[in-house]
T-cell receptor, first 113, second 113 residues
Framework: KAGVTQTPRYLIKTRGQQVTLSCSPISGHRSVSWYQQTPGQGLQFLFEYFSETQRNKGNFPGRFSGRQFSNSRSEMNVSTLELGDSALYLC????????????FGEGSRLTVL | GESVGLHLPTLSVQEGDNSIINCAYSNSASDYFIWYKQESGKGPQFIIDIRSNMDKRQGQRVTVLLNKTVKHLSLQIAATQPGDSAVYFCADRNTGTASKLTFGTGTRLQVTL
């Protein structure tokens, strides 16, 4: 069974640009959540999607958004990039909401110059 | 788990010895706790979880202990191997928040030969 797939794995953007990251959950998993990982702040929850609806949101500005499609695949978007947005963005999927174990992808490493 | 940390505590253990990694959490409403292992360049990998109605759970070479009185979680790894070298994160979940996990700052485990 394929794991959580994230694309692209690495990308470089400049300040002010926007970026879209993609996540394909494990087949059959319906819940997708996103986390940001930085050396200074650690792993922080961004948002969770289930049945194409955002169910939970972390403490991030409105520049961070996401969506989920009917096949459970998810995308997140960051607009007007800032230097501080440089991070590893991790997607995790689980079978259902609150089912416990989250399976993480390898992440998309974003560098903002 | 504890939020935010600039420096990653490091635990150095000799191969074959047992490792104990500790974690403090602050949310009394947390009902679920997980330990993740993250190797360099990879996403977090699930190790073991425990619900708040338990105080101990064992897996293969790993044991998680939960002390709700002092809000403390520990991960014990028996017969530590070089492949166990990684950063270990504890995470907790507030009741009813599904996939929203709060991660600790992490502990780097170094296994020496």
């Amino acid at each position: 069974k394929a794991g959580v797939t994230q694309t692209p794995r690495y990308l470089i953007k400049t300040r002010g640009q926007q970026v879209t990251l993609s996540c394909s959950p494990i087949s059959g998993h319906r819940s997708v959540s996103w986390y940001q990982q930085t050396p200074g702040q650690g792993l922080q929850f961004l948002f969770e999607y289930f049945s194409e609806t955002q169910r939970n949101k972390g403490n991030f500005p409105g520049r961070f958004s996401g969506r989920q499609f009917s096949n459970s695949r998810s995308e997140m978007n960051v607009s007007t990039l800032e230097l501080g947005d440089s991070a590893l963005y991790l997607c995790a999927s689980s079978l259902d909401r609150g089912s416990g174990e989250l399976f993480f992808g390898e992440g998309s490493r974003l560098t903002v110059l | 788990g504890e939020s935010v940390g600039l420096h990653l505590p490091t635990l150095s253990v000799q191969e074959g010895d047992n490792s104990i990694i500790n974690c403090a959490y602050s949310n009394s409403a947390s009902d679920y706790f997980i330990w993740y292992k993250q190797e360099s360049g990879k996403g977090p990998q699930f190790i073991i979880d425990i619900r708040s109605n338990m105080d101990k759970r064992q897996g293969q070479r790993v044991t998680v202990l939960l002390n709700k009185t002092v809000k403390h979680l520990s991960l014990q790894i028996a017969a530590t191997q070089p492949g166990d070298s990684a950063v270990y994160f504890c995470a907790d979940r507030n009741t009813g928040t599904a996939s929203k996990l709060t991660f600790g700052t992490g502990t780097r485990l170094q296994v020496t030969l």
